[in-house]
């Protein structure tokens, strides 16, 4: 099913697959109103850890002040 809102996705630069390519796609087709794309550090597991997670909370920050 389509969202009828946008989508943000925060991607781990370490992660560099076809399948994770692939897997972008399909979100752009499912966000009808487009796909906010971030880049984060670590890999899929390490950017929800130190270091790393201080990253991705400034990019999950800087888009909640976006819409608030």
Request: net charge negative; charged share 30%; proline share 3%.
């Amino acid at each position: 099913f389509p969202s009828h809102d946008k989508v943000v996705y925060f991607k781990a630069k370490e992660e560099q697959s076809r399948k994770t390519d692939l897997f972008i796609e399909n979100w752009r087709k499912f966000a009808q109103e487009g796909l906010d794309f971030y880049e984060v550090s670590g890999d899929h597991w390490s950017m929800l850890e130190e270091p790393h997670i201080q990253d991705l909370a400034k990019q999950i920050e800087l888009c909640l002040n976006f819409v608030l």
